[in-house]
């Protein structure tokens, strides 16, 4: 179980977010996002904190069958920072509106309110750190954070076919990838029918990648990072690892 405060991490990380591109040239490209600027990334974040809030408000029981939301979007992109401040008012207040250990329709594997607000402080994170990439900055991340960032990706990662189909080739013929970090690691089994992932498991891996830290394991597998970098240490079946990288990112 995660320790993390997911609602207070939401919080500090759009306050983040918004400070990081508040004075920034908004027509900057975002080379982790190709073909997006500031201005593109900071719409993106805000609209999927506005979307979540609408789901989170009604603590929906069921798949959603319209994505539309109200966005108040601001005619001028100069203004999209303060309109990415007010997207977490707007979240902060869906996140109160009852108990997060309610039960609510998700994707993944938590079928309870927390999981939208644990999902909303990762993506809001990864692109924080995208557009700290695109203005020349060195991401940082908390450890503990980290870590409960990685746990999150790769646990929920079986259950994304619905809108990353890639992920549904997942697959091969028992065959195990470890991932891991000084603070902790995951074991990841692909089966003919799919794979499925075990924290923390001792036992054989025919690859695997070992991180120097939580955070660059955890921008790695949102494909921020290259494995190739020095901060990872490969061993094992190469192609296996190609097909994961290949076939993992959403």
């Given at each position: 179980m995660s320790t993390v405060d997911h609602r207070a991490a939401v919080a500090a990380e759009t306050t983040r977010f918004v400070g990081v591109v508040e004075c920034a040239d908004l027509s900057t490209p975002v080379p982790t996002c190709?073909?997006?600027?500031?201005?593109?990334?900071?719409?993106?974040?805000?609209?999927?904190?506005?979307?979540?809030?609408?789901?989170?408000?009604?603590?929906?029981?069921q798949p959603p069958t319209s994505?539309?939301?109200?966005?108040?979007?601001?005619?001028?992109v100069a203004g999209y920072p303060q309109w990415l401040a007010d997207s977490l008012a707007e979240a902060t207040g869906a996140i109160d509106a009852g108990a997060l250990d309610e039960p609510m329709w998700a994707w993944g594997v938590d079928q309870h309110a927390r999981f939208w607000v644990r999902r909303m402080l990762f993506e809001t994170l990864v692109h924080r750190t995208d557009a700290e990439l695109a203005l020349g900055l060195r991401p940082e991340i908390e450890p503990a954070l980290a870590l409960d960032g990685v746990d999150e990706f790769l646990v929920n990662l079986p259950n994304a076919a619905g809108f990353a189909p890639k992920t549904a080739e997942l697959r091969a013929e028992h065959r195990a990838v470890r991932f891991s970090c000084p603070d902790g690691g995951w074991l990841v089994r692909l089966r003919p029918d799919g794979?499925?992932?075990?924290?923390?498991?001792?036992?054989p891996a025919d690859a695997s990648v070992r991180a120097a830290t939580a955070a660059d394991l955890l921008l790695l597998?949102?494909?921020?990072?290259?494995?190739?970098?020095?901060?990872?240490?490969?061993?094992?079946?190469?192609?296996?690892?190609?097909?994961?990288?290949?076939?993992?990112q959403f």
């Open positions: 190709p073909g997006w600027t500031l201005g593109d990334l900071i719409r993106h974040a805000g609209s999927v904190q506005r979307w979540f809030a609408v789901l989170l408000r009604g603590r929906i029981q994505r539309d939301v109200e966005l108040k979007l601001p005619e001028e794979f499925g992932v075990e924290p923390d498991a001792d036992g597998l949102y494909g921020r990072y290259d494995r190739t970098a020095d901060a990872f240490e490969l061993s094992g079946d190469q192609g296996l690892l190609d097909h994961w990288f290949a076939h993992s």
